[in-house]
């Protein structure tokens, strides 16, 4: 039985690739010295981390009071990253890392403030890791020093263009932060006009009054966009007795509200925008977000996976929400949870992103059940990647 969450945040390589992605144990006590190691290892015995990670590796920071612990639990090695504090070891501490090291385990390092010295102390480490600002430039004239030592470096808590630049400039291997998941246009920005086509397009197939036929017409219009659905589902549920050729098939197959969904994503990836990530976020929000709702007894879940699928939708039209909401034909319900985060939509979409950031003890929906939440979760990332799979395909 799973009693908490782990949320996760992507780490980015210089290609803004997924190198990894940071993880964020909680539990909503925020006892963060003993139930976030118990939920971890609940998660890598019921579910395996590799589920969380979509086989990528987890950075997992962790406070030097697990230390004593860590080598008595069934961890994956190679697939865990072990990040502590370096301002928070003492003797004792130091020497339980590198007895972790030489079990094989990968060690990161954080530090608040950089000395020369300090790398001199790391031959256990893989990573070194700081926060965006002003601990960048104070390790920029020693990256190269750095990186003939192997270590390879993370930035974290990226908030700004100018901090990305800098630590980008200065040679930094691996970055994490909200950053990546805004708009990087000034406010009043025009969307430019093929991106004006796609909102149009996601704008038609959310009118609550289209048909059948009419999502079919609106869909086959587009060559490009029917062979990619057709290819998704013919490729996702191999198993079908007989293969889908028609959009009206896959209707009868799947039902419409399915492959509405199907054509949004799609057609929210023909964008080009970066980092590709961005989609398989806003996916397991998606499906987290519907899950959540139908938890709850909540009519109308489709509503719930359109607030959670469209809300980095700024981000990857590099345009202000307020201006996208205007071309979509959207509910106020959902517009109101995607500005504010308002009304039983927002109360749903706000708690779906606390737990992506680890922030379980503070909910807007303290009710919500953290092990079915957590198994709903796991689902998502699941579904999510399976269509990152598909979409890579057939790109």
Sequence with gaps: MIQGFIGRSPIYDRQ????????????????????PLQTLQQVWEKARLEKLTGGKAGLLSFPASWLENLPDLSLPKQQLVLCANWQALDEQAEKHLKELAAQGYLIAIATHHYAPQLAKKLDFATLLAVEAGEAVKEIAPFLDEIHAKGLKLLVNQVETREQYDAAFDAGFDYFQGDFFQRPRLLQ???????????????????????TIEEVENLVSQDVTLSYKILRLINAAFYGLPKKVDSIKRAVVFFGLNRIKQWAMVIAIN????????????ALV????????????????AEQYYISGLFSL??????????????????????????????????????????????????????????????????EAIEAAESIRHQLEKSS
Excluded: K, W
């Excluded at 009043?188 to 289209?210: F, K, S, Y």
């Excluded at 929000?285 to 109308?300: N, S, V, W």
């Excluded at 509910?331 to 979409?349: F, S």
């Design 270 to 281: 023909a964008i080009d925008y970066e980092p590709r990530e961005l989609i398989i976020t």
């Design 188 to 210: 009043g920005t025009h969307i430019p006009a093929n991106r004006l086509a796609i909102l149009r397009l996601l704008a038609r197939l959310q009118d609550p009054d289209i």
């Design 313 to 378: 939708l700024d981000a990857i039209m590099d345009a202000p929400m307020e201006e996208i909401l205007q071309q979509l034909n959207l509910t106020d319900e959902i517009n109101q949870a995607l500005l504010y985060g308002n009304g039983p939509i927002g109360q749903v979409l706000q708690s779906t992103l606390s737990l992506e950031r680890g922030i379980c003890h503070r909910l807007p929906l303290p009710q919500l059940d953290l092990q079915n939440t957590m198994q709903a979760y796991l």
């Design 16 to 35: 803004l690739d997924v190198f990894a992605y940071q993880l964020l144990p909680c539990d909503s006590t925020r006892n963060v010295d003993d139930a």
């Design 285 to 300: 929000r998606a499906r987290t977000c519907e899950q959540i709702a139908g938890q709850l007894g909540r009519e109308d």
